[in-house]
């Protein structure tokens, strides 16, 4: 996936490794989760039982659109949810 960071002007701290279905991707201390994901290329959080597409609509929390799994725990907001080395997410979306 093509990465949409601004990275010219900009000062960060190094990246950290966070897990995605399987993959590894960079996200910065401080960013949360949605955030990382939508950088690196994300657009889908999950899926309804229909099966149409899903990502985050409020960013702050209220909407649930941003749900992921986070090291096995379902339902958890993407948008709230702080990034740390070695978290993994698992967004509903794949398979």
């Known amino acids: 996936m093509t990465a949409t960071r601004i ?24 960013e949360s989760l949605a955030t990382a994901l939508l950088a690196s290329g994300v657009r ?18 209220v909407c649930f659109e941003c749900a992921v799994t986070v090291d096995g725990e379902p339902g958890v907001r993407a948008c709230a949810t702080p990034v740390r080395a070695g978290l993994r997410v698992e967004t509903g979306t794949v398979g």
């Open 44 to 61: 889908a959080f999950r899926r309804t039982r229909t099966g149409a597409p899903r990502g985050p609509v409020c960013n702050m929390g």
């Open 7 to 30: 990275e010219h002007g900009v000062t960060r701290p190094a990246p950290i490794a966070i897990e995605v279905d399987g993959e590894r991707v960079d996200a910065y201390p401080g």
